[in-house]
């Protein structure tokens, strides 16, 4: 999937595949991770929302591209061939994605040593103590590609 945060002319997204949805506090979420040396980290705490945007298995290189390319150096669109499209609450979205979430923050902090109850989870993960940093969202709207167009 891709995590973006940010309005069309201010965004950037990165690959991720780490994430869960839910229920939590009587509403339906969505929960991101992003380490903190990504780029997309200041657009996430800047912006009230992000979308996760799922694509087909054709996909896989420009997600792969979209994973090991900093959006500091390179337009990850124009690169790729994404086409940048704006959901009706303005933030940004991808046309080539099968399956959007649409998420307004709700909370976000940083996963820590301390809260790992199993030790080698942060040792596997974390060599460099670079803890992820979690954003959980409500899911405000989800939108389905039909013939490559976005609806609700």
């Known amino acids: 999937m891709l995590v973006t945060a940010g309005c069309k002319d201010d965004y950037n997204t990165m690959t991720a595949s780490w994430g869960t949805t839910g229920i939590l506090w009587n509403k ?27 694509f087909n298995e054709q996909y896989h290189d420009i997600l792969n591209y979209c994973g090991t390319h900093s959006g500091r150096l390179v337009d990850k669109a124009r690169e790729t061939g994404l086409i940048p499209i704006e959901t009706g609450n303005g933030n940004v979205t991808f046309k080539q994605a099968r399956l959007v ?41 989800c939108y389905i590609a039909d013939d490559q167009i976005i609806k609700d």
Do not use: M, W
């Open 28 to 54: 339906p979420v969505a929960v991101c991770f992003i380490r903190p040396q990504r780029h997309t980290l200041q657009f996430a705490i800047k912006y009230e929302y992000f979308t996760l945007s799922f």
């Open 101 to 141: 979430l649409e998420c307004r923050k709700l909370y976000s902090d940083f996963l820590n040593q301390e809260g790992f109850i199993v030790p080698e989870v942060a040792q596997r993960n974390y060599p460099n103590k670079d803890f992820h940093r979690f954003f959980i969202g409500e899911i405000e709207n």
